[in-house]
């Protein structure tokens, strides 16, 4: 699980905006931008984010791991 002190701090890497958490992704609601979290590490990077509607269909879970 992600802290709450960890999401007070995150912004997204493409707009610098807030992110809220849902499920296992950080989630950009401006940019579309789905960041899958990882065994508890979110993974920020751009070319690793999935677009918010494959995350929605997926309902904010993978199988992803580090």
């Not at 609601?29 to 789905?34: E, G, I, N, T």
């Not at 979110?42 to 070319?47: R, V």
Request: aromatic letters at 6%; a positive charge; one cysteine or more.
């Amino acid at each position: 699980m992600v802290s709450r002190e960890l999401m007070e701090v995150l912004a997204c890497p493409k707009c610098k905006g807030s992110v809220g958490l849902k499920s296992k992704f950080i989630i950009c609601r401006k940019c579309r931008l789905a960041f899958p979290v990882l065994d508890d590490v979110p993974d920020m990077l751009i070319e690793d984010a999935w677009p918010l509607e494959r995350a929605k269909k997926a309902k904010f879970l993978h199988k992803l791991r580090l």
